[in-house]
């Protein structure tokens, strides 16, 4: 079974800049979620979908932060203009069924760095 | 809001020893889930203990839970180098279909 895919792993911008992520969930997992993680931290949810809706976004910075899971797979998220302080580790997670309590599936991450 | 705290923040022991660490939480929980984050990659589940369970075992690991005390063990026998990684446990917050994950125990196993 093929684990979560995200791209790219690393990404080096400018502040102001833009960036993207990209997530390919486990097949079949109705939930998806987007982490960022600070070095030294654990994982602070950003966003949760269960299929294309969003769940919770309480702490997505909405100013600069949006995210869109197109056709419930897929997932996006971005960063439209990027701070010193979003540098950190974005993980993507899944899970199957649609309660965010149940065993998440992680991938590698991406690591951004905002210079 | 619900948020696991993990205790020691760092440990580090020699290869063969036994590490436990611990999570504090504040209130009422259903399932309490334990990850291990090797450096660069992305968290993995180990185990989740729900909330009439009292202990649970995977292989070299064992989980405890004291609902009483609110609070969690994860004890690693016979440590590996392998085994050098964070710990971070989750729990859900409350009224929320989310988990919180806490700050992690950084373990590290000395050859």
Sequence with gaps: EAGVAQSPRYKIIEKRQSVAFWCNPISGHATLYWYQQILGQGPKLLIQFQNNGVVDDSQLPKDRFSAERLKGVDSTLKIQPAKLEDSAVYLCASSLGTSGLNEQFFGPGTRLTVL | ?111
Excluded at chain 2, 7 to 12: K, M, N, R, V, Y
Excluded at chain 2, 18 to 43: D, E, F, H, P, V
């Design chain 2, 1 to 111: 809001s619900q948020q696991g705290e993990e205790d020691p923040q760092a440990l580090s022991i020699q290869e063969g020893e036994n590490a436990t660490m611990n999570c504090s939480y504040k209130t009422s929980i259903n399932n309490l889930q334990w990850y291990r984050q090797n450096s660069g990659r992305g968290l993995v589940h180990l185990i989740l203990i729900r909330s009439n369970e009292r202990e649970k075992h995977s292989g070299r690991l064992r989980v405890t839970l004291d609902t009483s005390k609110k609070s969690s063990s994860l004890l690693i026998t016979a440590s590996r180098a392998a085994d050098t990684a964070s710990y971070f446990c989750a729990t859900p917050q409350t009224g929320a279909q989310k988990l919180v994950f806490g700050q992690g125990t950084r373990l590290t196993i000395n050859p």
